[in-house]
Nanobody, 124 residues
Framework: QVQLVESGGGLVQAGGSLRLSCTAS????????MGWFRQAPGKEREFVAA????????NYADSVKGRFTISRDSAKNTVYLQMNSLTPEDTAVYYC?????????????????WGQGTQVTVSF
């Protein structure tokens, strides 16, 4: 059974930083591309960042470029999202996702497995 478990969310002031982690079990993470998505109240789930299975290719939403960094540690079956210079607009539930293959796609429908999400709240 595949499980993706996110951690690291919380409450932070604007301008602060958080690092999210997603640990996968039941799959060999090194053969899966991994992504982060987020969903704010009343909005659709949107792409944040993705990384290929080798960790060499990354993809970011324009809204987070230069502020967020995705990385992975395949030995630990874990992917990270370092979030800096957070703003209240970053407030959302953040979800980790996995898809077979190397493409760090932004397309939500192409991801096979999803975590339960972790709440990130950025205050003024």
């Amino acid at each position: 059974q595949v499980q993706l478990v996110e951690s690291g969310g919380g409450l932070v002031q604007a301008g602060g930083s958080l690092r999210l982690s997603c640990t996968a079990s039941g799959l060999t993470a090194s053969t899966y591309a991994m992504g982060w998505f987020r969903q704010a109240p009343g909005k659709e789930r949107e792409f944040v960042a993705a990384i290929g299975w080798l960790g060499r290719s990354t993809n970011y939403a324009d809204s987070v470029k230069g502020r967020f960094t995705i990385s992975r540690d395949s030995a630990k079956n874990t992917v990270y999202l370092q979030m800096n210079s957070l703003t209240p607009e970053d407030t959302a539930v953040y979800y980790c996702a996995a898809r077979k293959g190397n493409s760090a796609t932004a397309q939500l429908s192409l991801y096979d497995y999803w975590g339960q999400g972790t709440q990130v709240t950025v205050s003024f």
